[in-house]
């Protein structure tokens, strides 16, 4: 799992998340800053999931989030049809 949010004050739920992920051994939490790191990069994606044109890819987020990993998602291979997303948007 890729987490991405502005700044590690805003990683709500990173504690919990990584609390699972060791407990189960085979999941991974990896935080990624927007303010440290820019926008996601597909430099980034291969770093830590290296097979990740091969997985299943879900998303969860604001639209102008969605829309850029959704593009770059599909820039690099990953079919449409692996690809699913919920869009929310602040209030």
């Given amino acids: 799992m ?3 949010c502005d700044a590690p004050e805003r990683a709500y739920y990173l504690e919990e998340l990584s609390r699972i992920a060791k407990a189960q051994g085979d999941f991974t939490v990896t935080p990624h800053y927007y303010r440290h790191a820019g926008a996601m990069s597909e430099a980034f994606l291969r770093q830590h999931c290296p097979d990740y044109r091969e997985r299943e890819v879900y998303l969860c987020g604001p639209p102008a989030m969605s829309a850029h990993l959704v593009r770059l ?3 690099h291979g990953v079919p449409a049809a692996r690809i699913h997303s919920e ?5």
């Fill in 2 to 4: 890729i987490y991405l």
């Fill in 73 to 75: 998602l599909r820039d």
């Fill in 87 to 91: 869009v929310f948007d602040f209030l």
